[in-house]
C-alpha cells in the first residue's frame, strides 16, 4: 500500500519532525510505504495532475491547510482527516456551532460579528451583552489558533475592549470561563469509534489554561464513561477518523466540551501514557482501506 503524509513545509521545529517519524515508523511496520509531501510541493499540483503510477492509495493529511485538502480530494484522494472535519476543527466558532447542534455542552459562547479595520469595540453593546450573559472573569478566544494561543482571561471591561480591538477584526468568540476547571482539563484521543489514550492535564502556575506548551504537565488518565461518550459523539458529529479532543470539568466534574483537534500531537502522551496513538491511527486506516475494498468487490 502506497500513501502520503502531508505535512506543513513551513513548520519545521522539532516537535513536528517528531510526529511525523512516528507516523512513518508505524506505516513501515505495516508495510504501508508512507511518503513526506508538503503543502509546499503540493501547491503546485493543479498544473501538474497526480499520474497513475504516482497515485497514493490513501493522504494522511497532517496539516490544515484546507485548500489543498479540497483540491486533493477533488482530484479523487481519499484524505484521513477530511477537509470537512479539518476545516470545522480549525475554527473555534465554526466547532461552537457544530456542537451546540448536535447536543453536546460547551461554555456559553458569544461569536462577535464579522467587522473590517480600525473598528473601535468599545462603542458597541456588545460589550454590555457579554458583561451580562457572562460577567467577569470571561474568555476572549481569536477563532483561529493552537498551543493556547490567542486565547485570554479578562477581568475588566477594560481589559475586554482594549482586547477585542486588538484583535481588530480578525475572527474571535467570546466565552463563559469555567472556574471549576481552572488550569486543567483531560484530553481524550479518539481513532475511530475507540479511545486509544487520555491524559489529565493541569498547570501548577496561575495560568488558566492547560496546555503543555505553556508549561503545564500530564499524567495518565482513565476517563469515565461521560467524558468517552462526549469525546466520542463529538468526533463522530464531525465526521473525523481520529482527533484529539479536550474536555473540561464543570460542577460535580460534569464533562465539558471545549475543543476538538483534528491532528492532535501526540508525541508526549506517548512518553506519559507508553500508547503510541500513531500505531492506533495505522491500524485504523488499514482496516478502512480493506473494508473499502471488500465493499467494492461484493
Same mark, same amino acid.
Given at each position: 500500500?502506497?500513501?502520503?503524509?502531508?505535512?506543513?513545509?513551513?513548520?519545521?521545529?522539532?516537535?513536528?519532525?517528531?510526529?511525523?517519524?512516528?507516523?512513518?515508523?508505524?506505516?513501515?511496520?505495516?508495510?504501508?510505504?508512507?511518503?513526506?509531501?508538503?503543502?509546499?510541493?503540493?501547491?503546485?499540483?493543479?498544473?501538474?495532475?497526480?499520474?497513475?503510477?504516482?497515485?497514493?492509495?490513501?493522504?494522511?493529511?497532517?496539516?490544515?491547510?484546507?485548500?489543498?485538502?479540497?483540491?486533493?480530494?477533488?482530484?479523487?484522494?481519499?484524505?484521513?482527516?477530511?477537509?470537512?472535519?479539518?476545516?470545522?476543527?480549525?475554527?473555534?466558532?465554526?466547532?461552537?456551532?457544530?456542537?451546540?447542534?448536535?447536543? =453536546?455542552?460547551?461554555? +456559553?459562547?458569544?461569536?462577535?460579528?464579522?467587522?473590517?479595520?480600525? /473598528?473601535?469595540? $468599545?462603542?458597541? *453593546?456588545?460589550?454590555?451583552?457579554?458583561?451580562?450573559?457572562?460577567?467577569?472573569?470571561?474568555?476572549?478566544?481569536?477563532?483561529?489558533?493552537?498551543?493556547?494561543?490567542?486565547?485570554?482571561?479578562?477581568?475588566?471591561?477594560?481589559?475586554?475592549?482594549?482586547?477585542?480591538?486588538?484583535?481588530?477584526?480578525?475572527?474571535?468568540?467570546?466565552?463563559?470561563?469555567?472556574?471549576?476547571?481552572?488550569?486543567?482539563?483531560?484530553?481524550?484521543?479518539?481513532?475511530?469509534?475507540?479511545?486509544?489514550?487520555?491524559?489529565?492535564?493541569?498547570?501548577?502556575?496561575?495560568?488558566?489554561?492547560?496546555?503543555?506548551?505553556?508549561?503545564?504537565?500530564?499524567?495518565?488518565?482513565?476517563?469515565?464513561?461521560?467524558?468517552?461518550?462526549?469525546? =466520542?459523539?463529538?468526533? +463522530?458529529?464531525?465526521?473525523?477518523?481520529?482527533?484529539?479532543?479536550? /474536555?473540561?470539568? $464543570?460542577?460535580? *466534574?460534569?464533562?465539558?466540551?471545549?475543543?476538538?483537534?483534528?491532528?492532535?500531537?501526540?508525541?508526549?502522551?506517548?512518553?506519559?501514557?507508553?500508547?503510541?496513538?500513531?500505531?492506533?491511527?495505522?491500524?485504523?486506516?488499514?482496516?478502512?482501506?480493506?473494508?473499502?475494498?471488500?465493499?467494492?468487490?461484493?
Amino acid at each position: 500500500m502506497n500513501a502520503w503524509l502531508v505535512i506543513n513545509h513551513f513548520l519545521k521545529s522539532e516537535k513536528f519532525a517528531e510526529i511525523s517519524n512516528l507516523l512513518m515508523a508505524a506505516a513501515h511496520d505495516r508495510q504501508i510505504e508512507l511518503a513526506i509531501k508538503t503543502n509546499y510541493e503540493l501547491s503546485f499540483m493543479i498544473f501538474k495532475p497526480i499520474s497513475q503510477t504516482e497515485r497514493p492509495d490513501f493522504v494522511l493529511f497532517w496539516n490544515k491547510d484546507i485548500r489543498l485538502a479540497r483540491l486533493l480530494e477533488a482530484a479523487g484522494l481519499k484524505l484521513y482527516n477530511s477537509a470537512d472535519a479539518i476545516e470545522i476543527c480549525d475554527d473555534k466558532a465554526r466547532t461552537y456551532t457544530h456542537m451546540s447542534n448536535n447536543g =453536546l455542552k460547551m461554555p +456559553k459562547t458569544l461569536i462577535a460579528p464579522q467587522t473590517y479595520h480600525n /473598528i473601535d469595540w $468599545g462603542a458597541y *453593546d456588545i460589550i454590555d451583552a457579554a458583561e451580562d450573559i457572562f460577567g467577569y472573569p470571561l474568555v476572549l478566544k481569536e477563532s483561529i489558533g493552537s498551543y493556547g494561543d490567542q486565547v485570554y482571561l479578562l477581568n475588566s471591561r477594560e481589559e475586554l475592549v482594549n482586547g477585542m480591538n486588538s484583535i481588530g477584526c480578525r475572527p474571535m468568540m467570546l466565552q463563559e470561563f469555567i472556574q471549576t476547571s481552572k488550569g486543567r482539563d483531560i484530553r481524550i484521543y479518539i481513532v475511530g469509534n475507540q479511545a486509544a489514550a487520555a491524559v489529565y492535564r493541569y498547570s501548577e502556575t496561575d495560568d488558566f489554561r492547560a496546555n503543555l506548551t505553556r508549561g503545564a504537565k500530564m499524567r495518565r488518565y482513565e476517563p469515565n464513561k461521560q467524558q468517552i461518550q462526549m469525546a =466520542l459523539d463529538a468526533v +463522530k458529529s464531525i465526521g473525523l477518523d481520529f482527533a484529539g479532543v479536550d /474536555i473540561l470539568f $464543570g460542577n460535580d *466534574d460534569e464533562p465539558i466540551l471545549c475543543e476538538v483537534n483534528s491532528n492532535a500531537h501526540f508525541k508526549k502522551t506517548l512518553e506519559c501514557t507508553g500508547v503510541n496513538v500513531a500505531e492506533h491511527i495505522m491500524d485504523y486506516i488499514v482496516d478502512a482501506m480493506h473494508n473499502a475494498q471488500c465493499t467494492i468487490h461484493n
